[in-house]
C-alpha cells in the first residue's frame, strides 16, 4: 500500500468512526464511499480490496491459496525454489519457507553461501508483505538474462517466509469487508479488531467473526519473541485481549517456533 493509501484509510477510519461512542460494540462494513454524516461504515475513499483466487501477480492482493499455488508451482517448475515445511500454526495449518539459489550451498569459490532470511505477513492484516515476499520468490525464480540474480542464485541461500501468520492472515481474508468496532480495551473508539483488521494469530479464536467473545484474543507474533520477551509493558501485555499480547511465554507460539525453525536453514552462523 502506497503511503497516499495508508494516510487516506487513516483519515477514512477517524472520519468514520470519530462519532462513535465508547463501547460502542459492533460489527462495522468497510466500503468505498459514504455520506460523512455516516457513522455505521468505514468508507475508505477507494474500493475496498478483495483478494483474488488466482496464483498470478495482478494489480490487486492475492488469497492465500493462489499465493501458496504460485510458491509451490514455482519450485516444482524451476530449479530455483526449495520448499520447507517448517511447522504449525495453532489450529494446524502448515508454515511454509522456501530457499532460493542452486541446491550446492557453496559460493563459486567452494566457500558456504552467506544467508538471508525474509519473514513476511507476521501481522495479519498486512496483506503487502506476503505479497512482496512472494515477488522474491517470482524474481529469484523466473528472471532471465540478469546478472545479480544469476550471481544470487550461485554464491547467496536466501530464505523467504511468505506468511508466517498464516491462520491470522487467512481470517482477515475471510472477512475483508468487516470488522469489530467498539471492543478494543484501550482504544474503543478508534481501533477496529479482528475480521480486515485482525492482527494476532488464531490462538484461542473460531473463525466466525459473530463470536464476539472470543474475537479479541489471539497472540502478537511480534510480542512473542526472546530474549525481549514480556520486556517493555508500554509495548507488551500480558492480557490476552490486548492488540499487543505477548503469549504466555516466549515461543509458545507455532508460528514463531517454526521462524526458529527457518533460521536453522542458514545456518545461524551463515545468516548475515
Known amino acids: ?55 498470478l501477480p495482478f494489480a490487486g492482493f492475492r488469497t492465500y491459496n493462489g499465493l501458496h499455488m504460485r510458491h509451490q508451482d514455482l519450485a516444482a517448475t524451476t530449479a530455483w525454489v526449495h520448499p520447507h515445511e517448517i511447522g504449525q500454526a495453532h489450529n494446524g495449518s502448515t508454515i511454509w519457507a522456501y530457499q532460493l539459489g542452486d541446491p550446492d550451498r557453496e559460493t563459486w569459490r567452494g566457500h558456504p553461501e552467506p544467508a538471508m532470511l525474509t519473514n513476511g505477513g507476521i501481522h495479519a492484516r498486512e496483506w ?57 480495551p484501550d482504544d ?17 479464536v473460531d473463525e466466525e467473526i459473530e463470536t464476539q467473545s472470543d474475537h479479541l484474543f489471539g497472540v502478537d507474533l511480534n510480542r512473542n519473541n526472546s530474549p525481549y520477551w514480556a520486556h517493555n509493558p508500554n509495548r507488551s501485555s500480558s492480557d490476552p485481549a490486548s492488540i499487543v499480547h505477548h503469549g504466555v511465554s516466549a515461543k509458545s ?10 533460521v536453522q536453514l542458514g545456518p545461524v552462523a551463515q545468516l548475515s
Open 253 to 262: 507460539e507455532g508460528e514463531i517456533q517454526a521462524l526458529v525453525a527457518a
Open 128 to 184: 503487502q508483505s506476503p505479497e512482496v515476499a512472494t515477488g522474491i520468490i517470482e524474481l529469484l525464480a523466473t528472471a532471465a538474462d540478469n546478472p545479480l540474480v544469476d550471481y544470487l542464485r550461485e554464491n547467496a541461500n536466501i530464505i523467504v517466509i511468505p506468511v508466517l501468520n498464516v491462520e491470522g492472515f487467512q481470517q482477515t481474508q475471510r472477512f475483508p469487508d468487516q470488522s469489530w468496532m467498539g471492543t478494543d
Open 1 to 55: 500500500m502506497s503511503n497516499g493509501k495508508r494516510i487516506a484509510l487513516s483519515l477514512a477510519l477517524l472520519l468514520a468512526c470519530g462519532n462513535l461512542p465508547a463501547q460502542d460494540e459492533r460489527i462495522i462494513e468497510w466500503v468505498e464511499d459514504a455520506p460523512a454524516s455516516d457513522d455505521s461504515v468505514i468508507a475508505l475513499g477507494y474500493p475496498v480490496p478483495i483478494p483474488v483466487n488466482t496464483p
Open 188 to 204: 474503543p473508539d478508534f481501533s477496529p479488531r479482528d475480521g480486515r483488521m485482525r492482527r494476532k494469530n488464531m490462538r484461542d
